[in-house]
């Protein structure tokens, strides 16, 4: 397999730090609010990583962590009246949800910082010690950059005209470059843990510094295999990780590092202070989880990606002949998947997970299949290996696990559904009393909602024309 290393800038061979195993750590979200298409699009990018690496034979640890110590969740603790843990709580709860719907698999590993305390502080500690870190009067520690020759490596840059944390600028930094480990308490109603050097709350880098140390183990070079996350985390937050780990451990934090590209409306980075932040939750109200989860997979993941609705509709659209291809072959039971097929797809994401063509391979799968039924509509053994074929692209992918009925029912509210149930019910009580004339009319009263019917041996089914 070969991927893209965002310090190297070029796609290399991946070798594993072991042997058949691999570690991934990805940067999760910050919860204090409901997660936007850029959360989604990093989510989409690396459970594709799990899952190719997962189909190539690899044993998979995924690491994605919960940043629930932030300012931004201190101000909506003062915002809400609520608590940390209240409002920490529910968005975590919120975001898993909502990555179930696009099919994201959960990580192995799903540490929150309030839950590592202890390795922050000791790897803070550490720092001190080795005099990589300083406090300063107020009781914030600051890591000192210019202890760590190699900062910069990581993102070939080391200045930000931004912000270098997620804290505000001290006068007694030694460098400018300098970030905290540690914010000390500000008044009596901030909130704070107890630590040696102050109380108070970690800075933003040394907390995934610290989980990776405490679940991952080094082989004395790496602590991890791949540590990733979306292109805006290169620097600082990438850089400053890698650099504060180099100096506690003596080692690399990773030997890879992998990039997913922003999510754009208009041509502009998604960015709840430009206004523009599409959440998820409002997507997922209009369009099913899984027409998303292709949508947004359908462009390579280190790509920028301009969501509109009019390429979603045009996608949903190519989703849809997989379905009908699914429709066309089943019942039936799968036989075994096409070497040849799954060998191609196989090849195809093994070359930094190249999606365009792994789609255009499924496409040219499609049409073939289909060729092949036109010819001989009672093809039993192409037809259980096309529904093999489509549960191995189920498990590569992530999509066409559908029942294809239920498929093309999305979209169609409840009360509709509703009334569809109750006109089908009459169909078949005039059906059963040899009503054929009541029957028909049924189905053309059906057919001008837009809606298609199919009686098989186990009921009539009906989907959106």
Request: glycine share 6%; with cysteine; aromatic share 10%.
């Amino acid at each position: 397999m070969q991927i893209y290393d965002s310090v190297q800038k070029t796609k290399v061979p991946f070798n594993p730090i072991r042997e058949g195993e691999v570690s991934i750590y990805v940067c999760g979200p910050t919860v204090y609010d409901d997660a936007h298409l850029g959360h989604a699009r990093s989510s989409l990018a690396f459970d594709l990583l799990s899952r190719t690496l997962k189909a190539l034979g690899y044993t998979v640890t995924l690491c994605k962590n919960f940043t629930d110590i932030d300012d931004k969740i201190i101000q909506k603790v003062e915002e809400t009246g609520k608590s940390m843990q209240e409002i920490t709580a529910f968005y975590i709860e919120r975001y898993l949800e909502e990555m179930a719907a696009l099919g994201v698999q959960r990580a192995q590993i799903e540490p929150k910082a309030t839950e590592s305390l202890g390795a922050i502080r000791q790897m803070i500690q550490t720092l001190i010690d080795k005099n990589c870190a300083y406090s300063v009067s107020s009781g914030d520690v600051y890591f000192d950059t210019s202890k760590d020759s190699h900062y910069g490596e990581i993102s070939h840059k080391v200045t930000d005209e931004d912000t270098q944390s997620r804290v505000g600028h001290n006068s007694e930094k030694r460098n400018p470059k300098d970030f905290a480990l540690w914010k000390a308490c500000k008044g009596e109603e901030d909130i704070c843990f107890d630590a040696p050097f102050s109380s108070g709350r970690p800075g933003w880098h040394i907390e995934c510094s610290a989980m990776i140390e405490k679940y991952f183990h080094s082989n004395g070079q790496y602590s991890l295999d791949i540590h990733g996350g979306g292109a805006d985390l290169l620097f600082p937050h990438h850089e400053n990780e890698a650099a504060q780990s180099r100096c506690a451990t003596g080692h690399e934090l990773a030997k890879y590092w992998m990039h997913n590209g922003f999510v754009q409306m208009d041509g502009e980075k998604m960015s709840k202070s430009l206004g523009n932040s599409f959440f998820l939750k409002d997507a997922l109200e209009v369009y099913d989880g899984e027409v998303l989860r292709y949508y947004l997979n359908s462009v390579h993941y280190r790509n920028d990606f301009n969501f509109n609705e009019e390429d979603l509709l045009t996608s949903k659209k190519r989703l849809d002949k997989l379905y009908r291809l699914k429709k066309r072959v089943l019942p039936g039971k799968a036989s075994a998947v096409s070497k040849t097929f799954r060998q191609t797809l196989l090849d195809t994401m093994s070359d930094d997970l190249n999606i365009s063509v792994a789609l255009s391979v499924i496409d040219e799968m499609i049409a073939e299949t289909n060729e092949k039924l036109d010819a001989n509509p009672k093809d039993k053994p192409l037809k259980k290996e096309t529904i093999a074929n489509i549960e191995f692209i189920d498990t590569l992918l992530g999509f066409g696990g559908k029942e294809p009925f239920s498929y093309f029912q999305i979209g169609v509210d409840e009360a509709l559904k509703t009334k569809i149930e109750a006109l089908l019910q009459k169909r078949t009580e005039a059906k059963q009393a040899k009503d054929f004339a009541s029957s028909d009319a049924i189905r053309n009263e059906l057919t001008a909602m837009g809606i298609s019917i199919m009686d098989t041996a186990d009921g009539t089914v009906w989907e959106k024309a």
